[in-house]
């Protein structure tokens, strides 16, 4: 997101994340939506009832599993209960952050992994990836490799070594510069490495500072 960004697409971290996502104008609870920002939900304080973590991956009662057993995960995440205004708790959500893929393709009108290996992947020498979803156990994941709409969900499932995630890593630690050329903006990089949630924050959340 933040390198579409830096490339000119309209992306403003302060409007509705719904305004990107004109396909789900009809869902039932767009005015609710309609108050979360795209900063709110990338920094994880959009305010969703979503609790992946009190739940073992793989039961039934794991939002995961049930956004899975839908046709649409992004709309059933879209469409899952509201609990709080937006900013005020952590929730981290894989659900919301695979809505990053609609808004990508929608923002830069390509496709989710073609736009990550020719914008990210290839700029810094990343030649092995996978995407796949997986229970954390075995091989390469569970098989699930054709998602809704075609879109791979950024929330999860993108398989990379080591080595690789380091690049990524380095290339945050370098100002978003590799080898001369300019990746992603200090501006990004800045609010991705900003704390918003804490042990202060979130004491319910997190055990400590």
Same mark, same amino acid.
């Given at each position: 997101m933040g390198i579409a960004k830096y490339q000119g697409a309209d992306?403003?971290?302060?409007?509705?994340?719904i305004n990107y996502l004109p396909q789900y104008s009809n869902i039932? =609870?767009?005015?609710?939506?309609?108050?979360?920002?795209?900063? =709110?939900?990338?920094?994880?304080r959009h305010g969703y009832d979503w609790d992946e973590w009190t739940i073992s991956y793989g039961e039934q009662l794991n939002p995961i599993t049930q956004m899975l057993n839908t046709a649409d995960w992004y709309l059933?995440?879209?469409?899952?209960?509201?609990?709080?205004?937006?900013?005020?708790r952590f929730a981290y959500s894989t659900g919301h952050s695979s809505l990053m893929s609609p808004i990508l393709q929608n923002r830069t009108g390509r496709d989710v992994y073609e736009f990550a290996q020719v914008e990210l992947f290839d700029p810094i020498d990343i030649s092995d990836t996978h995407w796949e979803l997986y229970l954390g +156990?075995?091989?390469? *994941?569970?098989?699930?490799?054709?998602?809704?709409?075609?879109?791979e969900p950024l929330g999860f499932g993108l398989w990379l070594?080591?080595?690789? $995630?380091?690049?990524? *890593? +380095? $290339?945050?630690?370098? *100002? *978003?510069?590799?080898?001369? +050329?300019?990746i992603l903006s200090? +501006?990004?990089?800045?609010q991705a490495i900003t704390r918003y949630s804490d042990g202060i924050t979130d004491s319910q959340v997190f055990s400590s500072e």
């Open positions: 992306i403003d971290l302060d409007s509705p994340f039932n =609870n767009y005015s609710q939506v309609q108050n979360i920002t795209l900063h =709110n939900l990338l920094s994880q059933t995440a879209l469409q899952w209960p509201i609990a709080l205004p937006p900013g005020q +156990e075995g091989g390469l *994941g569970q098989g699930i490799s054709v998602f809704p709409h075609g879109l070594k080591p080595i690789d $995630m380091a690049k990524i *890593g +380095e $290339m945050y630690r370098l *100002g *978003g510069v590799w080898q001369g +050329e300019r200090q +501006e990004w990089i800045d």
